[in-house]
């Protein structure tokens, strides 16, 4: 009987130390996807063409409050064939971007968009060159 409360209260106190272990997840670095496309215009309407090799940078304000998150955040970014370039960073911030690319005709484009980058959060941005 004894030995069965050891064992019983061995258990408890693995399962009560294993549900502390499993709840302290370290925090995510946020990141941001950012898809560079242009429009075409078809038989049917306008269509968004991604743009592989586009250039997307980081546009600090001129007041930047944070000037060491140019540090942070790694630009310029290419993007891939899909058009999408990542993001990641070990700080929370919003951060303006800037795209120059192509369309099919040779015909450099620019756009720009805002991302918002927090713990744990992956942020998706689409940015339309014009």
């Known amino acids: 009987m004894k030995r069965l409360k050891h064992i019983l209260s061995l258990f408890i106190l693995l399962a009560i130390l294993g549900g ?16 560079v496309v242009y429009n075409k215009l078809t038989d049917t309407g306008f269509v968004q063409i991604p743009v592989g090799n586009a ?13 060491d998150i140019v540090k942070y955040v790694k630009v ?22 800037i795209a120059k690319g192509e369309d099919s005709t040779g015909t450099t484009k620019e756009g720009a968009g805002v991302i918002v980058l927090l713990k744990n959060e992956t942020y998706y941005e689409t940015i339309i060159l014009e």
């Open 20 to 35: 502390f272990l499993y709840s302290c997840d370290e925090d995510k670095n946020p990141r941001a996807v950012v898809t």
């Open 55 to 67: 250039r997307v940078w980081f546009n600090p304000p001129e007041n930047a409050s944070q000037p």
């Open 76 to 97: 310029p970014e290419l993007t891939d064939i899909r058009g999408q370039a990542e993001f990641e960073t070990n700080t929370e911030a919003i951060i303006e971007l």
